[in-house]
């Protein structure tokens, strides 16, 4: 007995309705192919890696852990625009905006900045969306070996400016190593 059945790409596929043998039915051939697949890997050598000692081989496309960037005078480049929250499929990013104030010029590059800019690594699937939306190039996923630290508290989870942001004498290195190109 046959029965015609139609697969997802549209072709018609003939499916057998036959009766098992008594050895099949007993299935112990497939339970013998199935312990020499288990032995077979029991002797192979395993992929282990001593993690403090050694690192691992990252792709040359990592994403690692997010930083908000400064500009060429220190300044922070985030404007509280939230596109980049609006773009987190994981809804990770929360900000608060704020007026900037007259003294504090030499902060904050526009009239608006985020006074409170906040992921939670817990969500965040580490996509770059954020990256991409931001149009002034303010939120980066760092390329080098930083990768966001295990802790058994959630709450150490939740990276704020303190965390994120560039700090000033790298921002100062970076404008050096332009300068010197």
């Not at 051939?29 to 032995?39: Q, S």
């Not at 499929?89 to 526009?110: D, F, G």
């Not at 939120?139 to 709450?155: C, F, P």
Request: with cysteine; aromatic share 8%; net charge positive.
């Amino acid at each position: 007995m046959s029965i015609d059945t139609v697969s997802l790409s549209g072709r018609k596929k003939e499916v057998s309705n036959k009766k098992m043998t008594f050895w099949e039915s007993l299935y112990l051939v497939a339970i013998g192919k199935g312990l020499l697949i288990t032995i077979k890997h029991l002797f192979t050598r395993k992929v282990t890696i001593k993690y403090p000692e050694q690192m691992r081989e990252f792709s040359p496309v990592y994403r690692g852990q997010h930083m908000l960037m400064r500009d060429d005078e220190g300044r922070e480049r985030c404007t509280a625009c939230g596109l980049c929250a609006l773009s987190c499929p994981a809804e990770a990013i929360t900000m608060k905006a704020e007026e900037r104030k007259p003294e504090e010029k030499h902060l904050y590059r526009e009239e608006k900045y985020a006074s409170i800019y906040e992921i939670n690594m817990l969500r965040c699937i580490f996509c770059g969306l954020c990256e991409e939306a931001c149009p002034k190039q303010a939120i980066y996923l760092t390329t080098s070996k930083t990768m966001v630290r295990s802790n058994y508290d959630r709450s150490e989870f939740i990276f704020g400016k303190d965390k994120l942001v560039m700090p000033l004498d790298a921002a100062i290195n970076n404008t050096k190593m332009k300068m010197a190109n």
